[in-house]
């Protein structure tokens, strides 16, 4: 058998900011500063926010001192992790792992940040602590692997996100190999996520992040406290890796694990949609731009997919055509491709156009269908093709890398304006920026409490604020 768990605890107790590649660290405070951008605007911004600020308060989880991005009010440690998580999964917009099909950064950092504002941890033991965790969620999802792990519904952003929590979480506490495993055997319990959000446009996607934030440091402080976890967690008969995949490959898990970093393998959103439709975006505005094209000389689009982005943006086509609501859109193939050639550009001000008459006559001429090229480029790739018939001619442009992924990494001038993008309307771009310079000088702060202030605002609720009242 191999011994996973025991070997993620040994990994996670050891890892010291001083012994990570100079890459690597400063992938780290970019990936951070990406997903802060997205916690501060998905508190304010998001439809689902204000429920899920009440139902945490009811649960008195807002008597505390933690800081939740984008607002004034404090929280407690719980509360705050639960809400960043939820915040930066909630615009779909926070960063991707193509191999593990999920989103690492989003029930990680804020595991971290919340553990770390507990226990006064230096900034360098943070950025060490996020590594460790991302690497736990990343490698995890791989030995599922994510495809299996798919067909049988579960979503693996929130599943391996939890175990990535409690290893961040434990990390920033200086647990040893011993309570970090632990830790490992009490979050298998709460490993939870379902697709059927895809049903409805469920918000339980959100959440369900967030709850794997909140659970990886409640684990975290359990096994700090004593708490015995069950054994072997992640390779065990019940455990986590036999129970949530049919055919589950252990060694991929640790295969050159501090040697190799699946952190690195981890893309950045430059549009706010799920992943697998960003290739064809870029293909559309490319085409868009080269050829002048118009909406009203298209006649047809067919857009051209790995199986597993069938399955969240291709299909039921009907459905996808016609998106209700801003998670319906996140994950249409039709709509981010209709916004691109329709308005030559997807943000996250295109959900505010969902029902622009150009979208609406665009849509139904999207087809999506599994291109076998771009299968065999998944999942090392996660490409797109798209094939346009206009003016009695057919244009195609197929995207192997799309913008954002490791071999086609934003810049740190390119980070910088997706931040703000999202920062500026709730923090205003002073103290945003502040912000910014903030996150990316945290290897040498003393604690994290100054940064987690930036990111707070000086009054107002979050939807009265952006709404200007």
């Not at 791989?142 to 929590?165: I, K, M, S």
């Not at 979480?169 to 709460?190: H, K």
């Not at 072997?232 to 501090?258: C, D, H, T, V, W």
């Given at each position: 058998m191999v011994a996973v768990t025991e070997t993620f605890a040994r990994y996670a107790a050891s890892i010291r900011h001083a012994d990570l590649p100079a890459e690597v660290e400063a992938r780290t405070r970019f990936l951070i500063l990406d997903l802060v951008g997205n916690m501060v605007r998905g508190g304010v911004e998001a439809e689902s926010s204000p429920p899920l600020r009440a139902a945490a308060r009811a649960m008195g989880l807002g008597h505390g001192q933690a800081a939740v991005f984008g607002e004034a009010a404090r929280w407690s440690p719980a509360g705050a992790a639960l809400l960043n998580g939820a915040y930066a999964h909630s615009l779909d917009f926070d960063d991707t792992h193509a191999a593990g099909s999920l989103h690492p950064g989003a029930p990680v950092i804020p595991a971290a940040l919340a553990a770390a504002e507990m226990c006064g941890a230096k900034g360098a033991d943070v950025i060490a602590a996020i590594v460790a965790g991302y690497e736990v969620t990343n490698?995890?999802?791989?030995?599922?692997?994510?495809?299996?792990?798919?067909?049988?519904?579960?979503?693996?952003?929130?599943?391996?996100?939890?175990?990535?929590?409690?290893?961040?979480?434990?990390?920033?506490?200086?647990?040893?190999?011993?309570?970090?495993?632990?830790?490992?055997?009490?979050?298998?319990?709460?490993?939870?996520g379902s697709l059927q959000f895809l049903a409805n446009g469920a918000w339980t996607k959100r959440w369900q992040v967030g709850w794997a934030a909140m659970a990886g440091l409640s684990a975290a402080l359990l096994a700090r406290e004593g708490f015995?976890?069950?054994?072997?967690?992640?390779?065990?008969?019940?455990?986590?890796?036999?129970?949530?995949?049919?055919?589950?490959?252990?060694?991929?898990?640790?295969?050159?694990?501090?040697?190799?970093?699946?952190?690195?393998?981890?893309?950045v959103k430059p549009y706010p949609s799920c992943r697998y439709g960003h290739a064809s975006v870029d293909a559309a505005l490319m085409l868009r731009a080269e050829h002048g094209l118009r909406p009203e000389e298209i006649e047809s689009v067919t857009m051209g997919l790995p199986n597993k982005g069938m399955l969240l943006v291709g299909a039921p086509l009907e459905y996808k055509q016609h998106p209700k609501n801003t998670v319906d859109g996140q994950f249409s193939g039709p709509f981010v491709v209709s916004c691109a050639l329709g308005h030559g550009h997807f943000g996250w001000d295109s959900y505010a156009r969902m029902d622009d008459p150009v979208l609406r006559a665009l849509m139904p001429k999207v087809t999506c269908v599994e291109d076998p090229e771009v299968q065999a480029e998944f999942p090392r790739n996660m490409s797109g093709k798209l094939t346009i018939r206009a003016r009695g001619q057919e244009f195609t442009k197929f995207v192997v890398v799309p913008k954002g992924e490791p071999g086609n990494f934003l810049t740190e001038a390119e980070l910088r304006a997706k931040f703000h993008g999202l920062s500026d309307q709730v923090l205003g771009a002073d103290r945003a920026a502040a912000l910014a310079d903030a996150v990316l000088g945290l290897a040498g702060a003393a604690d994290v409490n100054a940064m987690m202030r930036l990111g707070s605002t000086l009054g107002a609720e979050p939807a009265a604020r952006l709404a200007g009242e």
């Open positions: 490698r995890l999802a791989v030995a599922l692997p994510a495809g299996d792990h798919y067909d049988r519904g579960y979503h693996p952003t929130a599943t391996c996100g939890a175990f990535g929590g409690a290893a961040a979480a434990a990390r920033v506490m200086g647990l040893s190999e011993a309570q970090i495993t632990d830790a490992f055997g009490i979050v298998l319990s709460q490993a939870a015995r976890g069950a054994a072997q967690a992640m390779e065990g008969k019940a455990g986590f890796l036999s129970a949530y995949a049919p055919n589950p490959i252990p060694e991929r898990a640790i295969r050159n694990l501090g040697g190799e970093f699946e952190l690195m393998e981890t893309a």
